[in-house]
């Protein structure tokens, strides 16, 4: 049977984590769309990886009282593979289908990234935090109808040479991290790059570029930092569909889609 699934924050679990409650958006789900009431149980995720068996004891318009019963394992497991996609900034509905789909594929983190042929410029600080803030929501329902406990973090656009500073760094602090700039030029095959990432991969940050491309100083300045650059197949994609396909073959090479 399909669990019934709602998401609440830490936040929203009293001290003792035995009751816990709906915000607004969530107690009119459980009330106007599912027509569910007083005594019906359902489930309750916090977005960090924890998921509660919870009774409905109290049901408004705008708030619901959820009673916990006891903590359960997710729907779902969370793949081994902590998974960074990073993404040139794409028009609307196209970066709204990489968030959705990266988080039903197990990504645990999105940034998007200001390149120098990126689609769209943002306008200002409050264009990105309003851009940011609806790319968690569409974060929030795909990981609710996949049946994960995660939801991905969506971090605030940062340039392509702040990405590469971060990587340097991730370096020089001998993270577990390994770096890929997939491009359409100029790359490796992904199988080759594989051999060089070494047994038991457990982190990878993934970046792919706008429609119209890498310059060439972006794929230099890239491979000084250094970022690994990986070309995959013959045809040229999409943006919104590389950053797909990435997702899928990276999860099939050392996550859990098998």
């Not at 977005?47 to 705008?62: L, P, V």
């Not at 009673?67 to 993404?87: M, N, Q």
């Not at 991730?170 to 992904?190: I, K, V």
């Amino acid at each position: 049977m399909t669990r019934r699934r709602f998401y609440a924050p830490p936040s929203a679990f009293n001290a003792n984590r035995d009751s816990v409650a709906l915000a607004t958006d969530e107690a009119r789900h459980l009330r106007e769309v599912l027509r569910l009431k007083t005594g019906d149980e359902v489930y309750v995720f916090d977005g960090t990886g924890r998921e509660f068996h919870c009774r409905i004891e109290e049901s408004r318009r705008d708030a619901a009282q959820l009673k916990v019963i006891g903590e359960v394992a997710p729907a779902h497991p969370e793949s081994p593979l902590h998974l960074t996609l990073a993404v040139a900034l794409l028009k609307g509905e196209k970066f709204d289908l990489v968030v959705q789909k990266a988080t039903e594929l197990g990504v645990a983190r999105i940034v998007p990234v200001v390149t120098r042929l990126a689609d769209i410029r943002l306008r200002d600080e409050a264009d990105a935090t309003k851009r940011v803030a609806r790319w968690q929501r569409i974060a929030l329902e795909a990981a609710k109808q996949s049946g994960r406990a995660v939801v991905p973090e969506i971090v605030d656009p940062v340039s392509f040479s702040a990405l590469l500073q971060n990587a340097r760094l991730d370096s020089a602090a001998d993270a577990p991290l390994r770096h890929l700039l997939f491009s359409e030029r100029e790359g490796e095959s992904l199988d080759s790059a594989r051999g060089r990432m070494g047994a038991n991969v457990s982190a990878l940050t993934a970046l792919v570029g706008p429609e119209g491309g890498w310059t060439n100083e972006e794929l230099a300045a890239a491979r000084a930092a250094p970022w690994t650059i990986v070309t995959i197949g013959g045809r040229t994609l999409r943006a919104e569909t590389a950053a797909i396909a990435v997702a899928v073959l990276l999860q099939h090479l050392a996550g859990d889609l098998v």
